[in-house]
């Protein structure tokens, strides 16, 4: 997977299309992600204690990776990103901004 932990991502797909969020969780096996206030769905949670009232609570779920696209703040545009080969090291690289991420 070429989108990593952190990463700044805008979604392309789906039904938070335009929106752009930080990913909290990589799934590579899955080829999913999980990103900050999109793919929202509602948990029902039990009472734990005694007393304690039930509730409704909204939390990101999975997304797959080939419904976003990284973006870059400075630049305020969507970019793929790919590998180049700098000084025998592996680097991630944009094509498009022509510069190293």
């Not at 039904?15 to 999109?38: A, I, Q, S, W, Y």
């Not at 990776?65 to 970019?79: I, W, Y």
């Amino acid at each position: 997977m070429k989108i990593k932990q952190n990463d700044i991502v805008k979604v392309i797909a789906g039904k938070d299309k335009g929106k752009t969020g930080k990913v909290l969780r990589c799934f590579p096996m899955e080829n999913k992600l999980m990103v900050e206030g999109v793919q929202l769905v509602k948990k029902h949670v039990k009472p734990k204690q005694q007393g304690e009232k039930g509730r409704i609570i909204e939390k990101s779920a999975k997304i797959d990776v080939s419904n976003v696209v990284f973006f870059d703040v400075e630049s305020s545009k969507e970019t793929k990103v790919s590998y180049k080969i700098v000084d025998n090291k592996k680097v991630r690289y944009s094509y498009k901004l022509n510069k190293e991420l």
